[in-house]
């Protein structure tokens, strides 16, 4: 697999002064500015073989969009190599940008005044298109993303879901190999995220198009990528695939056992076996925590059906967000570094 | 080719972009006529009655006024992304749009929209061209026309220039700084006779803010004054001098762009 991306020991510094309040702190500051330096990028390298579609996930702040921005060409790195497409993205900005498509979800890359329609022509002269691939990739873009229907709307009056369409299919009229999104369904309500992701995985599918995307919706990365990043103070804390974060993080585990009645509820909480907690949830129900690499869940469900008799038994998996919700609050990773299958270190 | 055609479809869509506020677009044709017809009064009432300043004449002084109007008009229609420009592009991050295409940023800060009303200032200088010409003895034949257009386009890219290096310091600081309209109201001062101020000024409008080269001189040159004409041929030099400067002044502010936090 050829790679399309090389990034090597990103940096990116920004000078800022903090503002003093008030009047008199304003005049202060005309003659006196404490500078400060941010960090925002620290030290991140990877590469990205053509066709793969990333997900680069990390919580606000977290140096997301300074890197995209890097990648684009539209910040300068403090230091550090990126080699994107054969290119260096802000020494070559005329030749990389013709090869790249950007999508941010926050802001749009259509004129705001006028039809859809005439900001493509307009984007069909600045990368000269053919006419003829311009017509076939519409009507390409239209059976997914049914264009067709406002393509005559001036921007400014489309709603979100539309102006996103249209944003990704702007994004990609020159068929550029490489794609950035930057939160590209921010907002947008089941059927555009739908719509949008269908046909992400079918322009990948059909041209290879290599894709980094950064959002805050997960579904977006179970669905569409096959290898995350997550990055946070402006280092990458993890880099690979989603099944394996998950394994690796899922180490604790939850059983809900639900009882007949409170002797039975009685039996449950004396219940002991080395590895495992017993917290009561309700009632008639308890919650036991083990860790997998302790206990076997098959063998702790055949000791409780032993010994108390059993409504119901529930296995409790933790859904996505709470696993990256304990890497951006540092429960995870940091401690579990260790034992990380790839590539992740704190 | 390709810029020249891609600024041809900027214009072709700014244009409608224009037209589909129609009200707006008919009020700023008309309060800018406004603006020139004042501008011409107010030439006409301060200078009529003095029958000579400094050896120019009222209809000398009313024809560099028209000429002034040609490389003046071009320029504002062109200039109008420059006053937002820190607003707009730097504070509100709009650059970052700019720097994802594949074009030149000049091209799309100077061509993506016109102040077409300005064209309305040049109609209004051909016009006063019109009536003063033969009154100085300047015949309106093709090589005037010719040099008229030449120092036209060089006068109106020698205050773009101006401009540019001035509103390229917005990449480095990003406060609001107000350089851009005391200077821009200096232009005014280089459409007038350039005798009549003292030498201080004298020399600021011709060497620090050259503003006499791209309204004065031209057209001290083409009515005869002595002791002038070498300025008018020093026009293209001092022209490509300071493009050159915005040019490389623009290229290191770019690289400084820090765009915004999202």
């Known amino acids: 697999m050829p790679s399309v991306v090389e990034v090597e020991n990103l940096v990116k510094d920004f000078r800022t002064f903090d503002r003093r309040e008030g009047v008199w702190g304003a005049i202060q500051d005309l003659y006196s500015r404490q500078y400060r330096n941010f960090r925002a990028v620290d030290n991140v390298s990877f590469t990205i073989g053509q066709g793969e579609m990333v997900g680069y996930i990390g919580p606000n702040g977290a140096g997301k969009s300074t890197s995209i921005k890097m990648l684009t060409g539209i910040l300068v790195p403090s230091s550090g190599r990126i080699v994107a497409n054969g290119y260096c993205p802000w020494r070559e900005r005329t030749r990389y940008t013709r090869t790249i498509g950007v999508v941010f979800g926050q802001r749009t890359q259509l004129w705001w005044d006028i039809g859809v329609v005439e900001s493509f022509r307009l984007l069909q002269k600045i990368y000269e298109i053919s006419q003829a691939e311009y017509d076939h990739r519409l009507a390409k873009f239209d059976e997914v993303l049914e264009l067709k229907r406002y393509l005559h709307t001036p921007v400014r009056k489309l709603s979100l879901g539309e102006r996103m369409r249209c944003d990704v299919a702007a994004a990609l009229l020159h068929n550029p190999p490489l794609l950035f999104l930057d939160e590209p369904t921010i907002g947008l309500d089941i059927v555009a995220k739908e719509s949008i992701r269908t046909f992400l995985k079918e322009v990948n599918r059909e041209y290879g198009t290599t894709m980094l995307l950064t959002t805050h919706d997960l579904s977006d990365i179970e669905e569409l990528c096959h290898r995350l990043m997550i990055i946070d103070h402006g280092k990458v804390l993890y880099d690979g695939g989603l099944p394996e974060l998950k394994r690796m993080l899922w180490r604790e585990s939850a059983l809900k056992v639900d009882l007949r009645d409170r002797d039975q509820a009685a039996l449950l909480a004396a219940f002991s076996m080395p590895g495992v907690a017993v917290e009561r949830a309700d009632e008639l129900s308890y919650r036991l925590r083990f860790r997998r690499e302790e206990v076997q869940p098959a063998e702790l469900i055949r000791r409780i059906v032993n010994e108390v008799q059993v409504l119901d038994l529930t296995m409790e998996e933790q859904p996505i967000e709470e696993v990256v919700r304990r890497i951006y609050t540092g429960e995870a990773l940091h401690d579990d570094a260790h034992a990380s299958p790839e590539g992740a270190r704190p | ?262």
Request: glycine letters at 8%; aromatic letters at 18%.
């Open chain 2, 1 to 262: 080719m390709r810029t020249l055609s891609l600024i041809w479809q900027y214009f072709v869509q700014y244009s409608k972009v224009r037209l589909a506020y129609r009200g707006d677009f008919l009020t700023s044709v008309i309060t800018t006529m406004f603006g020139a017809l004042a501008g011409i009064a107010a030439v006409y009432l301060i200078f009529h009655r003095a029958p000579l300043i400094h050896g120019w004449s009222f209809d000398e002084i009313f024809f560099l006024y028209g000429f002034g109007l040609l490389p003046l008009s071009l320029f504002n229609l062109l200039s109008i992304n420059l006053y937002f420009f820190s607003e707009v592009y730097i504070i509100q991050g709009k650059f970052d749009r700019v720097l994802l295409r594949p074009v030149h940023t000049l091209v799309q800060i100077l061509f993506e929209q016109f102040r077409i009303e300005a064209l309305g200032d040049t109609l209004l200088g051909l016009v006063v061209l019109w009536i003063t010409a033969p009154k100085v003895g300047i015949a309106l034949d093709l090589r005037f026309w010719l040099l008229a257009l030449v120092f036209t386009v060089l006068g109106a890219t020698l205050y773009l220039a101006i401009f540019l290096c001035l509103t390229a310091v917005s990449f480095w600081m990003e406060d609001r700084v107000g350089i851009i309209p005391p200077v821009y109201n200096m232009m005014a001062f280089g459409r007038y006779p350039l005798d009549i101020y003292g030498t201080p000024i004298r020399l600021l409008l011709s060497w620090v803010i050259p503003f006499g080269f791209a309204g004065f001189y031209p057209v001290a040159f083409l009515l005869g004054k002595d002791g002038m004409l070498v300025f008018a041929w020093l026009l293209p030099a001092v022209t490509a001098c300071f493009l050159a400067l915005a040019v490389m002044v623009w290229n290191r502010g770019v690289r400084n762009y820090s765009s915004t936090g999202s």
